[in-house]
């Protein structure tokens, strides 16, 4: 109808431009999520050339690609890729450092493991060969920012630890507040050791607790604050952002894990004439690449990248995960985590 519009002589030339804008916005839209469907479903075989022990929960992985691309450039800061597994669980983790052709891995093991972080602490092995999907990152760069806040717990440092080096080289002003279950607790601890009076360590067997609400509080003008660590801490920081109205802008929160469950719902796939259910144990995102494959694409699957979101036609929807601001919650949805309270309506992109 726009592409109509803009051919329209007679409304004349400031009308059709705006058309013509809204025309070319949409075709580079579809440009990216076509790009976006086809990178997540390009799967390249890395092997494990390198594996170390960070602490007794901990270990680093090394993978190199068997076939490298000779054009590869340095990752983004705070870049994860896209890791199957030889039983088909699929999982996201945080690059470490390298590039696209070899990068490093932090792996905790989870004392409740559906599979993968068992995995790679029971099973991997140096040579042990694994698909990597895409490489990406949901992290922006605030370079107009004057200050950068990071809060980190456990593994989570691995969400942040490059992009601190790198500000670090830079010598931008950053601070790291980390909190561990004691001081041999720390992964890459060299390398957090080099981050100098940058950081402050929070042990909780020398009785240290981060008080995430004063941290927030003391932001300074023109500050980004970066999150990442158990959902503890996830959650009190969101409640600390909103009490002291830090703007969603300036915040990121990194989440490892998510809480997908809920009770069932029912969603019409208005743009492809299906009405589907989606029950208490699966999420939105299963049930689309049930029935369409990959024309749903994602990335992270813990709410933090957007890669996966729908349009929102109808309904109410439990939103979850961080990638949507307030206003574009109205819209739109995560497939991957925000569930559908009763019926809603959808359109995929």
């Known amino acids: 109808m726009n592409e109509e519009l803009a051919g329209i002589t007679e409304l004349g ?13 949409e075709k580079a839209r579809q440009r990216r999520n076509a ?12 092997k494990i050339v390198g594996k170390g022990v960070e602490t007794p929960r901990v270990t680093s992985f090394i993978l190199e690609a068997a076939d490298p691309d000779t054009e590869a450039a340095s990752l983004e800061l705070g870049a ?12 996201s983790y945080s690059l470490v450092s390298g590039n696209s052709n070899r990068f490093e891995l932090g792996i905790a093991l989870e004392e409740n493991s559906r599979g993968a972080s068992e995995y790679f602490h029971k099973e991997a092995e140096i040579g042990t060969v694994l698909m990597v999907g895409r490489v990406t990152t949901d992290v922006k760069v605030a370079q107009m920012a004057s ?12 969400a942040f630890l490059a992009m601190m080096q790198g500000y670090h080289q830079i010598h931008y002003n950053y601070s790291l507040h980390y909190a561990v279950r004691d001081e041999d607790d720390v992964p ?6 080099e981050l ?10 020398a009785g240290k607790r981060m008080d995430i609400r004063t941290i927030v509080a003391g932001l300074g003008w ?14 009190a920081a969101r409640e600390a952002v909103k009490e002291h109205g830090v703007d969603e802008k300036e915040v990121h929160f990194e989440a490892f894990e998510a809480d997908t469950s809920g009770d069932p719902f029912e969603v019409e796939v208005q743009n492809r004439g299906k009405v589907l259910a989606v029950r208490e144990d699966e999420t939105l995102l299963e049930v689309l690449r049930r029935e369409f494959g990959d024309d749903v694409a994602s990335s992270c699957e813990v709410g933090n990248c957007g890669t996966c979101k729908v349009a929102l036609k109808s309904g109410q929807v439990d939103h979850r995960g961080s990638a949507l601001t307030a206003e574009e919650r109205k819209d739109e949805m995560l497939s991957c985590v925000s569930r559908g309270l009763g019926k809603i309506g959808i359109e995929i992109y």
Request: hydrophobic share 35%; with cysteine; glycine share 8%.
């Open 35 to 46: 790009d976006a469907e086809k990178q997540a479903t390009r799967w390249k075989a890395f």
């Open 188 to 193: 890459f601890k060299t390398r957090i050791k």
């Open 196 to 205: 100098g009076e940058h950081v402050t360590l929070y042990p909780k067997s």
């Open 13 to 25: 030339d400031e009308s059709r431009k705006m058309f013509s804008k809204r025309v070319a916005k």
């Open 222 to 235: 023109n500050s980004q604050l970066y999150v990442c660590g158990p959902t503890r801490m996830m959650e």
């Open 147 to 158: 200050n950068h806040v990071f809060i980190a717990g456990g593994i989570g440092i691995t």
């Open 80 to 91: 994860h890729a896209k890791i199957k597994f030889p039983n088909g669980l699929v999982r």
